[in-house]
């Protein structure tokens, strides 16, 4: 069992920046692939971006792509999402996750173990 514990969120204008993080705990796996989602009210749980750590390799959603970026420090057990030239439509529960397959992770249904969420406001 891993846990996860992100912290980070808060409330910014449009155009601001904010930077998520994620810690892990536990058993975590090697290679992992680990991600971010977000959900608002009404609305499913969506992929944003994840790595992986086997290759280093990073994937976005494109309403975040060139904006946000997701990276990893392995000696801290640490997934960030630097999050730059923020829109209202970001608004939302950031969520971390791990457990899925590299071939998965994009995936809400795949992944064993969530935080509890951080939120994230961008207002007009």
């Known amino acids: 069992q891993v846990l996860l514990v992100e912290s980070g969120g808060g409330s910014v204008q449009a155009g601001g920046s904010l930077s998520l993080s994620c810690v892990a705990s536990g058993m975590i796996s090697s290679p992992s692939c680990m991600a971010w989602f977000r959900q608002t009210p009404g609305k499913e749980r969506e992929w944003v971006a994840n790595?992986?750590?086997?290759?280093?390799?990073?994937y976005y959603d494109a309403s975040v792509k060139g904006r946000f970026t997701i990276t990893q420090d392995n000696a801290k057990n640490t997934l960030y999402l630097q999050m730059n030239s923020l829109k209202p439509e970001d608004t939302g529960m950031y969520y971390c996750a791990t457990g899925a397959s590299w071939s998965f992770c994009r995936s809400r249904h795949y992944h064993s173990s969530w935080g509890q969420g951080t939120q994230v406001t961008v207002s007009s």
């Open positions: 790595f992986y750590s086997g290759d280093n390799s990073t």
